[in-house]
């Protein structure tokens, strides 16, 4: 099975601030990656599919990229409403469709 | 509008079953696969299982071979998810999700269920 790890598995970061997330494949999945944010008590929420593809109504300030092993969320302007926590998932070789093991971003 | 609308939270004894229904509306029923996805306190999302609404095909996670089944049924629109021989472990949200990779040839998870809070305690 493909496995995925995110860094870092927590930050801290202020309204306004850029974040960056990263993600990495054992082995190369092309761009057959989705992000997903996910806040306690919700379900979690579709925000990048196929590794740079904004999912619709998902705010700009998303973006996704990246292709063969090396993957990246990236949140341009930090909002209030963006603490939460981050998956990426590969669909390549699936089942299982594995997601990654999760960044928590947090209020600094 | 897409919806997916899953059962109430469920209390079960160790070893006792649990099936969980995830009711579709708002779309095509046979054009998605449904997916069962869950969360343990403090834990990630893992992926269990998908199931195909048109010809009922399911492929499971390797952790839950054995003790999971997905069933559909179309006429309601309905998917099920039924978890067997329960351990304190299995305690977790249980998330049922939309996938239109049937159609469009590629996977992701669009729409989610509410989640369904399984306990599991003697």
């Known amino acids: 099975d493909i496995q995925m790890t995110q860094s870092p598995s927590s930050l801290s970061a202020s309204v306004g601030d850029r974040v960056t997330i990263t993600c990495r494949a054992s082995?190369?999945?092309?761009?057959?990656v989705n992000w997903y944010q996910h806040k306690p008590g919700k379900a979690p929420k579709l925000l990048i599919h196929a590794a740079s593809y904004l999912q619709s109504g998902v705010p700009s300030r998303f973006s996704g990229s990246g292709s063969g092993t090396f993957f990246t969320l990236t949140i341009s302007s930090l909002q209030p409403e963006d603490f939460a926590t981050y998956y990426c998932q590969q669909t390549h070789t699936a089942p299982p469709y594995t997601f990654g093991p999760g960044t928590r971003v947090e209020i600094k | 509008q897409v919806q997916l609308v899953q059962s109430a939270a469920e209390v079960q004894k160790p070893g006792a079953s649990v099936k969980v229904s995830c009711k579709a509306s708002?779309?095509?029923?046979?054009?998605?696969?449904i997916h069962w996805v869950r969360q343990a306190p403090g834990q990630g999302l893992e992926w269990m299982a998908i199931?195909?609404?048109?010809?009922?095909?399911?492929r499971y996670a390797q952790n839950f071979q054995g003790r999971v089944t997905m069933t559909r049924d179309m006429s309601t629109s309905t998917v099920y998810m039924e978890l067997t021989n329960l351990r304190s472990d299995d305690t977790a949200v249980y998330y049922c999700?939309?996938?239109?990779?049937?159609?469009?040839?590629?996977?992701?998870?669009?729409?989610w269920g509410q989640g369904t809070l399984v306990s599991v305690s003697s």
């Open positions: 199931v195909n609404p048109t010809d009922s095909v399911t």
């Open positions: 082995q190369t999945i092309t761009s057959f």
């Open positions: 708002g779309y095509t029923f046979t054009n998605y696969y």
């Open positions: 999700a939309r996938d239109p990779g049937y159609s469009y040839g590629y996977n992701y998870f669009d729409y």
